[in-house]
């Protein structure tokens, strides 16, 4: 990294680190590499982070691919960016059946698989920890998008315990803003991601994205209204 976006995003992470502690020495940390921007930038991070004194911990990542649905990145580039890094990288396929009838989105149903996936592997490994590429600009689109479409003011947290196994969920990217993220990736050269899903307009996401950048020209400060008052209700950690 360099410049005045390298300097933004460090301290970003490590504003997570001291606020919500999502690292701790020891730590066994299974990234999940989607491909995107977000998740490169985050195993990037991550395994730096890694290689200072303190805290010890070790970094892994998983790339899930759904058989049944067009999302991709390329393997060898993946290999290349991890190899780069010195992480080791798991590539593993699944899929759904699409002709089960259900309520559920296939949006839901492509992400749970993929979450299903992540699971099973961070067991097997022996991780504590699950990373995930949200930044500020997701959690605070997921807290607009619940209220208006679910009816309760909540959001992804940035640290989640889980109840049925030993294993926590941490977006230690939650307070770097999405534009930062951007422009790192075309400085660094990340690779694009094949987007052809085609259950991509399935999701309300990019309806409430539209909205927050009308929000955000009405209200500039809205970003840090929202934040703080899920920091306040208790919504970015969640036993």
């Given amino acids: 990294m360099s410049g005045a976006v390298e300097n933004r995003l460090q301290k970003a992470f490590k504003k997570a680190m001291g606020r919500f ?24 991070l991550l ?13 892994e990542a998983i790339h899930v691919r759904m058989a049944n649905v067009k999302y991709e990145t390329s393997t060898e580039y993946l290999e290349s960016f991890c190899t780069s890094l ?9 899929s759904f059946d699409e002709t089960i009838p259900t309520h559920k989105p296939k949006c ?10 992540m699971f099973n592997l961070a067991q097997q490994l022996g991780c504590n920890k699950i990373a995930l590429g949200h930044h500020n600009d997701d959690i605070i689109h997921t807290a607009l998008m619940n209220t208006i479409f679910q009816g309760h003011f909540s959001t992804m947290p940035v640290v989640l315990h889980m109840r049925k196994m030993p294993i926590t ?7 770097c803003e999405e534009k930062d993220i951007r422009e790192y990736a075309i400085e660094a050269g ?13 999701s309300h996401r990019t309806t409430i994205r539209n909205l927050y950048a009308q929000i955000e020209q009405m209200a500039p400060e ?18």
Wanted: proline share 3%.
């Fill in 21 to 44: 502690g999502v690292i701790d020495d020891g730590d066994h940390i299974l990234v999940g590499l989607s491909g995107g921007k977000d998740s490169l930038l985050l195993l990037e």
């Fill in 47 to 59: 395994a730096k982070r890694s290689r200072i004194i303190k805290p010890r911990f070790t970094v």
């Fill in 86 to 94: 010195g992480v080791k990288l798991h590539v593993v396929t699944t």
């Fill in 108 to 117: 839901f149903l492509c992400s749970w698989h993929r979450r299903k996936q």
């Fill in 169 to 175: 969920i941490i977006r230690p990217l939650c307070y």
């Fill in 190 to 202: 990340y690779q694009k991601q094949v987007k052809l899903c085609p259950y991509e307009t399935d």
């Fill in 222 to 239: 809205a970003r840090y209204s929202i934040w703080n008052a899920l920091e306040a209700e208790g919504k970015l950690v969640e036993n």
